[in-house]
């Protein structure tokens, strides 16, 4: 895995939003027109996501024509839960940059009842991001366990877009969000390992000294489901963008 080591969280969260420009605008609309991007949430791309609406507002980069899907989302968060991921793109980029709102996609996790099982609505995400053409740039974070999406330990290879319980230090981590613990989900759909390496390029952003060891471990591990992030060993276009801390264990 190729990885490249910036100062501080900022610097590498600059170089990941400089990567992405790049990216759509190579893909702008007078040219190839589509470009499909991966997206994450959590505490680690909110720099990203500020620096491209700062970058949007400057004309820098436009959106028209990009068509995005998350990682994932929690169960049991009504859409409107400021806590639940869609209201976090809402919040951090969906409605600062002209993106088409049609073209948003997250897992569609509040739908799940009695009539929408939680596989038919992760097979209909599988099948829009085919339809879509498959993502051609992916951007991931990881969890101090080596979870990328919420592919917990235990993840295989090759899973798909599927409904998962968190990891108990996953809904421990998450737990700064809410008032307590036990509001924290404790499931959510997620794009599976599979889908995350059918993606043509990925990018991972990890700053922080938490991070260190489950970067080590994927960077130089052995591949296992102990830790998810080792299965992007196998894909041919990984870059890992890290601050110095999160590189500190890498041997
Ligand atoms: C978010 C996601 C997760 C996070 C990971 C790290 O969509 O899929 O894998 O990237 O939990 O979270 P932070 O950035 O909050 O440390």
Redesign the pocket.
Known sequence: ILYTVLEDHESASRHVAGLLVETINRHSPDTSGLCTLG???????LSVYENLCRRYQSGEVSFQGITTF???EYVGLPPEHPQS?LAYMRTNLFDHVDLDRSKTHLPAAHQIDDSHSAEAISRRYESEIENAGGIDWQL?????NG????NEPGATIDSPTRLVDLAAS?IE??SRFFESTDQVPKQAI?MGIGTILKARKIVLLAT?A??AEAVAAAINGPVTSDNPASFLQTHSDVLFVLDREAASAIA
């Open positions: 997206l994450a949430t959590g505490s680690t791309p998350n990682l994932d991921y991931l974070g990881i969890g101090v979870h990328i999406g919420f996953t981590a998450n997620t922080g938490a991070k």
